[in-house]
């Protein structure tokens, strides 16, 4: 894994525990009060980095737990197909077992070799297990095992031409890439803050 966990900077931790002590001085007032316009509010300034609407965003504790929640949301009957790569992240890959085990669901994955010769070959392993039973694409952005970079934009329009939808893990994307969610033509993308935005641990986000 090439990045588990970013480095949060002091002036960020300072402001965590000022948040955290403004919670502690009255719970209530600032649970029922504070928190839900604060948390729009950075939602707010969230979406804007990544080009995207406040409405759009909802914060998660990382990109696993956004992936679970679109995952767990589908309906799969037997004969679906979810498409995923031997590049996917474990946590992931168990949760599509899981969403297959009770659906009767199948998990089909591209193969990826490495080393990747050049970007067309990774995007054609892909595209060529796209087929009329995919339901779903779930992809990585940036690859937690190797540090590579999918093709997304190509690949969701590939996808989404089969009649497919896509699901993006991009827990290592934020702060790495610049990022244009929409223009991705992606269903959902799941990222996290504490990896290279030096956010603090447990700062994670879903976009749909």
């Not at 970013?6 to 965590?16: D, E, K, Q, S, Y």
């Not at 080009?51 to 004969?79: C, M, Y």
């Not at 694409?137 to 690859?143: A, G, P, R």
Request: hydrophobic share 45%.
């Amino acid at each position: 894994n090439h990045g588990s966990f970013g480095a949060t900077p002091r002036v960020v931790l300072a402001a965590a525990q000022r948040w955290r002590l403004r919670m502690e001085a009255n719970p209530d007032r600032f649970l029922r009060h504070v928190l839900p316009g604060a948390l729009r509010a950075a939602a707010g300034r969230l979406a804007r980095f990544l080009h995207a609407k406040e409405q759009d965003i909802a914060f998660v504790e990382n990109a696993t737990t956004g992936v679970n929640a679109v995952l767990r949301s589908l309906e799969f009957r037997p004969g679906d197909e979810i498409l995923a790569t031997t590049h996917t992240y474990n946590a992931v890959r168990q949760t599509i077992n899981e969403v297959c085990r009770r659906s009767g669901a199948k998990l089909v994955e591209a193969r990826i070799e490495v080393p990747v010769i050049n970007e067309k070959s990774l995007e054609d392993s892909i595209r060529e297990k796209i087929g009329k039973r995919t339901r779903l694409l779930v992809l990585d952005h940036i690859s937690s095992p190797t540090g590579l970079i999918f093709p997304v934009k190509r690949l969701a329009a590939a996808a989404r031409a089969r009649g497919a939808k896509v699901l993006v893990d991009g827990a290592h994307a934020p702060g790495q890439l610049a990022l244009d969610i929409p223009s991705l033509g992606v269903d959902w993308y799941a990222g996290n803050c504490h990896k290279w935005l030096f956010a603090p641990k447990g700062c994670g986000f879903l976009w749909a």
